[in-house]
């Protein structure tokens, strides 16, 4: 099971509040994972992307409150789960039905936090193994291992926005893989499909 793409949490029925993710590492490793002849259930934000591949599953939801519900409805048959999705940490806390209108006003807009889905899969996983995701763009290789056991992770994938060439809107990727007995892989820049190629290897590895 994977999750990719942005989450858009909706302030009225036209405007929202959403990030740059563009759902491509996901997108490959679940391709990557289908040329292997795993069966993937892609849990999508909106995404501009599309799938071809018959043995994945797309289900596409919007806020990470469906991104979370997707999820936890279907871990529990899953042999492993890649958090890939940049889940956004905060919605409104009320949604107007009808657009806002401009007042002149300062407007203020509340935001409660959302649930953490790798945290919550952590909570209850049992033989799965489950990968997150850290873009850092401070004390990275600090604050990866801390979502390592803050999340109960097997291993994160940990992509610096210090670096050029890595992380939001580009096809390349650089990343270090960080596993929760202490070893540590660094992998040069590469294409997101090649990323994906060494991610899929060190989940097979550790299946
Ligand atoms: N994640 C998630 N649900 C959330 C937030 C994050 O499942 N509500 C997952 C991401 O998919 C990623 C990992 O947790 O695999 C780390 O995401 P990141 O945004 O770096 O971490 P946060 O927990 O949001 O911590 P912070 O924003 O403080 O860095």
Do not use: C, W
Not at 140 to 154: G, H, P
Not at 174 to 182: D, F, T
């Amino acid at each position: 099971m994977l999750t990719a793409g942005p989450t858009h949490e909706k302030i009225d029925p036209v405007r929202f509040i959403g990030n740059y993710s563009s759902g491509k590492m996901g997108y490959a490793i679940a391709e990557e994972l289908a040329e292997r002849g795993a069966e993937v259930t892609l849990i999508s934000g909106p995404t501009q992307l599309h799938v071809t591949h018959p043995s994945i599953h797309k289900i596409s939801v919007e806020s990470a409150k469906e991104m979370y519900a997707a999820s936890m409805e279907h871990f529990d048959t899953m042999d492993a789960a890649i958090m890939a999705a940049a889940v956004a940490d905060y919605a409104p806390e009320n949604y107007a039905s009808q657009k806002l209108k401009r007042d002149g006003e300062d407007l203020i807009l509340r935001l409660v936090p959302n649930p953490d889905i790798a945290a919550s899969l952590g909570a209850i996983k049992e033989k799965q193994i489950l990968v997150g995701f850290a873009l850092e763009t401070q004390h990275a290789e600090a604050n990866a291992r801390k979502k390592i056991e803050k999340k109960n992770l097997d291993f994160v994938v940990l992509n610096s926005l210090e670096n050029k060439g890595a992380g939001f809107q580009t096809d390349t990727n650089i990343i270090s893989i960080l596993h929760r007995n202490g070893e540590q892989q660094d992998y040069p820049l590469k294409s997101k499909r090649a990323v994906a190629v060494d991610i899929v290897d060190y989940l097979e590895k550790s299946l």
